[in-house]
Every structure is written in C-alpha cells, then in structure tokens.
C-alpha cells in the first residue's frame, strides 16, 4: 500500500477542516475564505457531507481494514493485539491526561456539554468508558473513532480461524452483528439500551469495506463475493443512515462511495508525491495530529484571531498543532512502542526457553 501515508495525509486535512469549520461556522458564527471554497467545490458541487464531515474519519476506517486484515490473518491474537495496542495506548493515554489538565484547569471545555470531570469519570476515559455512560462522558471526543477500531481488531482476532479459512464469512457475519445492534437500540426501551453502540455499529461497515477491498485485492474471494459482501456493507449503512445515527443524511452513503474510491485509486499508487518529506512527516504523525488538534484548536484560534485574522489564527493553529505532534510522536508515541514491543520480545524469549 504505497499510497497509504498519501491517503493519511488527505484524512489528516479533511479532520482539520472539518473542526475548524465546525467552529468558525456553528460555535462563534465567523468566516474563512477557505471554507467558501470547499463549500463551493467540495460540498454544494461535488455532493460531500457539509463541513466534510466524516470524511477524514472514513478514510482512516477505510485504511485500517485494508491495513490490519493482513495483520490478522498472519499474526497470533495476542501478538497482533500487542502490536496494536502497543501504538495506540501511549499517546492515548498522554492526549487524555492532557485533557483532562485543560479541563480541570479551566482552559478547555468539556466535548460533551458537562461543566467538567470528575476523578472517576476521568477515569474511565483513559479507558474509552465515558462514551458508554448516559449521558456520555468525552473529555477528548474524537477518541470515540477508536472504540470502533477496537472493536474491529477484537472482532477480526475472535474470527481469526474464519477469516483464514473462509474469509467472505467475516465482513458478512460483521455486517449482521452490527444490523442486529442498531435494531436492538431501536427498539428495546431503556435501560437496556446502549446508544453509542449505534455509532460503532453504523462505522464499523466502513472497515468491512476496507477488509472486503483487501480480501479481493489479494484474491482471497472471488468478484461475486467482493459484490455480495459490499452490498451488505451498504444495508447496513442505510438503516443507519435511516436511525438518523448520521446527521448530514443521503449525502453520508454518496460522501463514503467517493472516500471509498478516492482509497481504492490511491492505495496503491506509487509516484512521486508519496515520496514528499512532508507526505511522510504527516502520515508518520497522523495519530498525534488526530489526538491533539482539538486540544489546541480553539484557544490558539481566539487568541490569534482577533489581531491578525482567521488565516493568521488558523495558520497559528496548524504550527502548534504540527509542533505539539512531532513531540508526543518523538517522545511518547514511537518510544512507547518500541519499549512495549521490547519488552514483549523478551518475555516471549523467556517462556521459549
């Protein structure tokens, strides 16, 4: 997959735009030239979700079920799960510390409406719990992209057996759990409910669609089944769409059929633009720029904005964010993994021997 960092620095840029859009637009009322582009372009010609919302997120999704399905096929569950959770825990955890601090100090707001934290509640967001509370609890609320991502890695490794033997029976017997979830929410009354399952279970086909992509791609199933397991994908998408789990409506299934493509062109693409310095730095840091811009995003903006303009502040805000990133991806991020990695080797060395 050489297109992959290409393909992250697309999903790091649309994230961006969609938070500062959502900002400038919906919380203080403002304006930025770029915006009335991308909303010419982009939205009111081109037929994407307003504000590209979801499009950064479904590209990600896309890439992990391209990327980790080859990871779970070949690796034992628990190496699989150490490797993933060895990258992901780390700066997770650093972000949500973070967060947490900005909060209790008064300097950042809560994601989820709450005057602030509690030591409990904060927790349980080291450990993604918060979002399952009611009401849901998010002190940094873009992590909740990584409960489906957890939930697709637990899932691919519980159907490790089957996704090497018959691997259509995967995606396919996914899409059904994640049909018979968002029926469940629908229709049980509380508190037998969960209801940010239904995200999870709405998201989850775009990985299924990434796995179904790899699976054909690397002639593990056949072009008929390639068909039946995206029609699947796509079912299930539409009764989320018609739960109203998506706000932005038909435009989430026209937005994720043009994201799906865009990945399926570039996936593999191979030419000289994936090989820019700056396309790997930010496809190398893409998980620190996902985790902290929104940390950083709207003090930077009202500090900056009212002496310089909303180019000058946004342009504030991308520097703090890039150098914020560099230094959790440095010093946290990579080391991390390394260490955990490591130290994994050597426990495994010593039950060999």
């Avoid at 409406?113 to 979002?131: C, D, H, K, R």
């Avoid at 811009?293 to 520097?319: C, K, M, N, Q």
């Amino acid at each position: 997959m050489d297109g992959a960092d290409l393909l992250r620095v697309i999903a790091v840029l649309a994230v961006l735009y969609s938070h500062i859009s959502f900002y400038l637009l919906d919380d203080i009322g403002g304006g930025w030239w770029m915006i009335d582009v991308v909303n010419t372009v982009l939205i009111e010609d081109a037929g994407l979700n307003l504000h590209l919302s979801f499009v950064g997120v479904s590209i990600f999704m896309l890439l992990t079920g391209l990327l980790i399905t080859r990871s779970a096929m070949r690796q034992s569950r628990r190496d699989f799960m150490v490797a993933r959770l060895a990258r992901l825990v780390p700066a997770l955890w650093f972000a949500i510390a973070m967060a947490v601090i900005l909060v209790k100090l008064g300097l950042n707001g809560m994601f989820s409406g709450q005057p602030g934290i509690t030591n409990g509640e904060a927790v349980l967001s080291f450990f993604l719990g918060g979002f399952f509370l009611r009401p849901e609890v998010a002190v940094l609320g873009v992590t909740w992209t990584l409960v489906v991502q957890i939930v697709f890695y637990l899932y691919c490794i519980s159907m490790r057996g089957t996704l090497n033997t018959r691997p259509i029976v995967v995606p396919l017997v996914g899409a059904a759990l994640c049909a018979l979830v968002i029926v469940y929410n629908l229709y049980l009354p509380q508190p037998y409910t969960v209801p940010f399952l239904t995200k999870v279970a709405g998201v989850l086909p775009t990985l299924f669609l990434g796995q179904i992509a790899y699976l054909g791609w690397a002639r593990l199933i056949t072009w008929r089944w390639v068909v039946v397991g995206v029609i699947a994908q796509i079912e299930v998408i539409r009764l989320a769409i018609e739960v109203h789990t998506f706000w932005m409506g038909d435009t989430y299934l026209w937005t994720l059929l043009v994201v799906t493509g865009t990945v399926l062109i570039l996936a593999r693409y191979n030419g000289p633009i994936t090989r820019w310095p700056v396309i790997r730095w930010i496809g190398t840091r893409s998980y620190a720029i996902y985790l902290i811009h929104t940390l950083v995003l709207y003090r930077i903006y009202a500090t900056v904005e009212p002496h310089l303009g909303p180019s000058a502040a946004v342009l504030a805000f991308l520097a703090g964010t890039a150098a914020l990133a560099e230094i959790m991806y440095r010093w946290i991020e990579l080391p991390a993994a390394r260490h955990i990695s490591a130290q994994y080797a050597r426990l495994r060395a010593r039950s060999a021997t």
